[in-house]
């Protein structure tokens, strides 16, 4: 094969790629205006402390949208899916537009794309996400399952969040094995919080007891002794993770 032929196949490949993601987002974007109520929208702006406006959709509706979006507009490549997800989230006007897009990154019909390569557009979503909403969907749902299956490769990133200067990564490091249960890797989870553990900030003390909280209800004698033998949990963290026990 010619150094022509392979260019002109990059080309076409590129092209179907980029016309998928496009008829998927003209369709996104069209069925949220069509759903928006713009009676809704200040008070949900307001209620998420949000500097991006809403359309005023409301989630059942959202998910309802995106479940019929992604039926009809399936995406073969994860080229193409990566690139309908990075666009829809970095061209967002409205916040809805970035909840489709994290709708997206959780659909059953992609998850064996699921592997540490997309770690880093992860990683772009929560750093300039930078609120809760995204960031929590996000550390528990997309990263967590990220790092049980595959924990080799993410097991030391997730230490070097914890110690990053970016709260939202060491957010995430702290709050990513919420739905481990059993798997719940209590080295790490040690480590991601004893690095934390004099931080002030609200969302990591909030963050901290969440996740004992949550580890509680597997193994309560194990987050019982944790918490005894933390005396420097800030009172937040304390009064969250034994709430339940």
Not at 7 to 18: C, G, K, L, N, P
Not at 119 to 148: H, K
Not at 160 to 169: G, I, N, Q, S, Y
Not at 206 to 216: D, S, Y
């Amino acid at each position: 094969m010619s150094v022509g032929s392979r260019s002109f196949s990059d080309m076409t490949d590129t092209h179907q790629i980029a016309s998928a993601s496009t008829t998927f987002l003209a369709a996104a974007r069209a069925g949220l205006a069509e759903l928006a109520d713009p009676a809704k929208a200040p008070d949900m702006q307001r209620y998420m402390k949000s500097e991006m406006p809403f359309r005023g959709v409301p989630s059942p509706e959202r998910r309802v949208l995106g479940k019929r979006l992604f039926a009809e507009h399936v995406l073969s490549d994860v080229d193409a899916w990566r690139a309908t997800v990075l666009s829809l989230w970095r061209d967002a006007e409205y916040r809805e537009e970035r909840y489709l897009a994290m709708d997206l990154t959780g659909q059953r019909r992609y998850s064996s794309w699921q592997t540490p390569a997309l770690l880093p557009m992860y990683e772009e979503l929560i750093v300039t996400g930078a609120w809760w909403d995204y960031v929590d969907e996000l550390a528990s749902r997309r990263v967590g399952p990220l790092l049980r299956a595959h924990r080799p490769e993410i097991d030391p990133i997730m230490r070097r969040w914890a110690t990053d200067p970016d709260l939202w990564r060491r957010r995430t490091s702290i709050i990513c094995q919420l739905g481990a249960k059993e798997d719940t890797d209590t080295a790490l989870l040690t480590y991601c919080i004893e690095a934390n553990v004099s931080d002030r900030d609200f969302f990591i003390r909030k963050g901290i007891g969440w996740a004992l909280r949550q580890f509680a209800r597997t193994e309560p004698a194990w987050v019982r002794t944790f918490v005894d033998t933390h005396t420097e949990l800030s009172p937040l963290s304390r009064k969250e993770a034994t709430k339940h026990l």
